[in-house]
């Protein structure tokens, strides 16, 4: 199945309604791939792309990024598998 299969949203909701906690977690747990791996790639808040941008640049490694929709954007940072 690929991601655009699949529904869109949260699996555990945070404890906190701050949305800069959450988008702050999205590009960690990316940065935290990224270290890992060499590459990484999720589902991220839309208004997330320029950091996505930023960490690919401070790789040196490309990115793609599809927009589902104005809240939803899935990305690939690094080569693709």
Do not use: C
């Amino acid at each position: 199945m690929s991601h655009d299969d699949q529904p869109y949203g949260l699996v555990l909701p945070f404890d906190t309604d701050n949305e800069e906690f959450v988008r702050g977690w999205q590009l960690g747990m990316l940065w935290a791939r990224m270290e890992d791996a060499g590459r990484a790639e999720g589902l991220v808040y839309t208004r997330s792309a320029e950091m996505v941008m930023r960490i690919a640049e401070s790789k040196g490694v490309p990115f793609t990024a599809t927009v589902h929709d104005d809240t939803w954007t899935w990305v690939t940072i690094g080569e693709p598998s």
